[in-house]
Protein backbone atom coordinates (compact mmCIF):
# COMPACT_ATOMS: atom_id res chain seq x y z
CA UNK A 1 0.00 0.00 0.00
CA UNK A 2 1.24 3.58 -0.72
CA UNK A 3 0.25 6.39 0.58
CA UNK A 4 0.52 10.24 -1.33
CA UNK A 5 0.20 13.56 0.33
CA UNK A 6 0.79 16.86 -2.11
CA UNK A 7 1.88 20.29 -0.49
CA UNK A 8 2.86 23.31 -1.80
CA UNK A 9 0.20 25.20 -3.45
CA UNK A 10 -1.53 28.44 -3.69
CA UNK A 11 -2.06 32.11 -5.58
CA UNK A 12 0.51 33.62 -7.82
CA UNK A 13 0.24 36.06 -10.36
CA UNK A 14 0.99 35.11 -13.75
CA UNK A 15 4.37 34.77 -14.92
CA UNK A 16 4.85 33.08 -11.52
CA UNK A 17 6.75 29.88 -9.90
CA UNK A 18 5.30 27.68 -7.90
CA UNK A 19 6.81 23.88 -6.79
CA UNK A 20 4.26 20.82 -5.61
CA UNK A 21 5.75 18.33 -3.67
CA UNK A 22 4.44 14.78 -2.89
CA UNK A 23 5.51 12.63 -0.41
CA UNK A 24 5.03 9.36 -0.95
CA UNK A 25 5.26 6.63 2.02
CA UNK A 26 4.57 2.80 2.43
CA UNK A 27 6.03 0.48 0.47
CA UNK A 28 7.97 2.80 -2.21
CA UNK A 29 10.81 0.30 -3.09
CA UNK A 30 7.60 -1.11 -5.51
CA UNK A 31 6.59 2.68 -7.17
CA UNK A 32 6.93 2.40 -10.75
CA UNK A 33 5.71 5.68 -11.91
CA UNK A 34 4.84 9.16 -10.28
CA UNK A 35 2.41 11.85 -11.78
CA UNK A 36 1.13 15.06 -11.84
CA UNK A 37 -2.62 15.56 -12.93
CA UNK A 38 -4.73 18.38 -12.58
CA UNK A 39 -8.51 19.05 -12.54
CA UNK A 40 -9.68 23.21 -12.99
CA UNK A 41 -13.62 23.42 -12.49
CA UNK A 42 -16.08 22.40 -14.93
CA UNK A 43 -13.18 20.61 -17.03
CA UNK A 44 -12.10 16.68 -16.96
CA UNK A 45 -8.94 15.72 -15.00
CA UNK A 46 -5.71 15.69 -17.21
CA UNK A 47 -2.19 14.93 -16.75
CA UNK A 48 0.89 17.39 -16.99
CA UNK A 49 3.48 15.55 -15.99
CA UNK A 50 4.98 11.91 -15.42
CA UNK A 51 7.84 10.03 -14.32
CA UNK A 52 9.34 6.80 -15.05
CA UNK A 53 11.05 5.74 -11.37
CA UNK A 54 13.27 2.93 -12.96
CA UNK A 55 14.98 4.66 -15.87
CA UNK A 56 13.84 8.55 -14.54
CA UNK A 57 12.18 9.14 -17.94
CA UNK A 58 9.91 12.65 -18.23
CA UNK A 59 6.52 13.12 -20.24
CA UNK A 60 4.73 16.35 -20.54
CA UNK A 61 1.68 17.28 -22.15
CA UNK A 62 1.79 19.79 -24.29
CA UNK A 63 0.46 22.64 -22.58
CA UNK A 64 2.99 22.61 -19.67
CA UNK A 65 6.13 21.52 -21.95
CA UNK A 66 9.41 23.98 -21.30
CA UNK A 67 6.93 25.54 -18.00
CA UNK A 68 6.86 22.67 -15.88
CA UNK A 69 9.13 19.94 -14.25
CA UNK A 70 8.46 16.91 -12.69
CA UNK A 71 11.77 15.24 -10.50
CA UNK A 72 12.31 13.62 -7.63
CA UNK A 73 14.58 13.08 -4.35
CA UNK A 74 15.38 9.48 -3.54
CA UNK A 75 16.72 9.69 -0.28
CA UNK A 76 13.59 11.81 1.23
CA UNK A 77 10.72 9.65 -0.96
CA UNK A 78 9.80 13.01 -2.58
CA UNK A 79 8.34 13.78 -5.91
CA UNK A 80 8.28 17.50 -7.36
CA UNK A 81 6.62 19.31 -10.07
CA UNK A 82 8.23 22.91 -10.84
CA UNK A 83 6.12 24.74 -12.26
CA UNK A 84 7.53 28.53 -13.98
CA UNK A 85 5.84 31.34 -16.11
CA UNK A 86 2.33 30.14 -14.75
CA UNK A 87 -0.39 30.85 -16.66
CA UNK A 88 -4.56 31.84 -16.02
CA UNK A 89 -5.60 28.64 -17.27
CA UNK A 90 -3.07 26.42 -14.92
CA UNK A 91 -5.09 26.97 -12.32
CA UNK A 92 -6.48 24.01 -11.55
CA UNK A 93 -6.53 21.03 -8.44
CA UNK A 94 -3.34 19.32 -9.04
CA UNK A 95 -2.99 15.79 -8.18
CA UNK A 96 0.15 13.76 -7.26
CA UNK A 97 -0.49 9.78 -8.50
CA UNK A 98 1.23 6.70 -8.39
CA UNK A 99 1.49 2.69 -8.38
CA UNK A 100 3.93 -0.05 -8.28
CA UNK A 101 2.54 -1.92 -11.75
CA UNK A 102 4.28 -2.12 -14.96
CA UNK A 103 0.89 -0.40 -16.83
CA UNK A 104 2.14 3.42 -16.23
CA UNK A 105 5.21 2.73 -17.79
CA UNK A 106 4.00 2.71 -21.25
CA UNK A 107 4.19 5.88 -23.07
CA UNK A 108 0.33 5.28 -23.90
CA UNK A 109 -0.28 4.80 -20.27
CA UNK A 110 1.32 7.69 -19.24
CA UNK A 111 -1.45 9.77 -18.40
CA UNK A 112 -4.54 7.60 -17.88
CA UNK A 113 -5.66 7.50 -14.69
CA UNK A 114 -7.10 4.00 -14.53
CA UNK A 115 -3.21 2.76 -14.13
CA UNK A 116 -2.64 4.87 -11.01
CA UNK A 117 -4.17 3.22 -8.13
CA UNK A 118 -2.23 5.39 -5.42
CA UNK A 119 -3.62 9.44 -4.91
CA UNK A 120 -3.37 12.35 -2.82
CA UNK A 121 -6.07 14.60 -1.79
CA UNK A 122 -4.77 17.52 -3.94
CA UNK A 123 -3.11 21.30 -3.77
CA UNK A 124 -5.36 24.16 -4.85
CA UNK A 125 -3.01 26.24 -7.86
CA UNK A 126 -4.54 29.82 -8.22
CA UNK A 127 -2.98 31.58 -10.75
CA UNK A 128 -4.69 35.13 -10.98
CA UNK A 129 -3.36 38.82 -11.18
Known amino acids: VLRVVESGGGSVQPGGSLRLSCAVS????????VAWFRQAPGKEREGVATLTVGTSNTAYDASVKGRFTISRDNAKKMFYLQMNSLKPEDTAMYYC??????????????????????WGQGTQVTVSS
Open 97 to 118: ATDARDYCKAPNMWFNQDKYNY
Open 26 to 33: GFTAAVTC
